[in-house]
């Protein structure tokens, strides 16, 4: 059975997902990737609210030549955010994504802006 890019990131998301849940003292950073923009959200799935949240689409992104650049400046922002909301540990969710590239990328930019992982 051929299956298409979307139905096998939702089966490795699944698997994902069955071991990983944001808490209130450690919520889940999960990431959103599309052709164009890049998104990142705080969760926390006990209360199912997200605390923070940044995109490339918010960040200034001129100062930044190409897309992993721009994922790293999202993941400083999204830390300054989780700053603010008062959360410094979360868990990594890749969301099906390989950690490659700009989900790579936003995840070392979130662990510069001082969040634990």
Do not use: C, W
Request: glycine share 8%; no cysteine; charged share 30%.
């Amino acid at each position: 059975m051929a299956t298409t890019k979307t139905q096998r990131r939702e089966k490795i998301k699944k698997s994902i997902r069955k071991n990983i849940s944001g808490s209130a003292e450690r919520p889940r950073l999960s990431v959103f990737r599309s052709n164009k923009e890049i998104y990142a959200q705080i969760i926390d799935d006990t209360k199912g609210v997200t605390l923070a949240s940044a995109s490339s689409a918010s960040v200034k992104a001129s100062e930044a030549n190409g897309k992993v650049e721009v994922a790293k400046l999202v993941g400083k922002s999204l830390a300054e955010a989780a700053k603010k909301a008062g959360v410094d540990m979360v868990v990594f969710d890749r969301n099906g994504y390989l950690y490659h590239g700009r989900v790579k990328s936003l995840a070392e930019g979130a662990r510069e802006g001082g969040l634990n992982f």
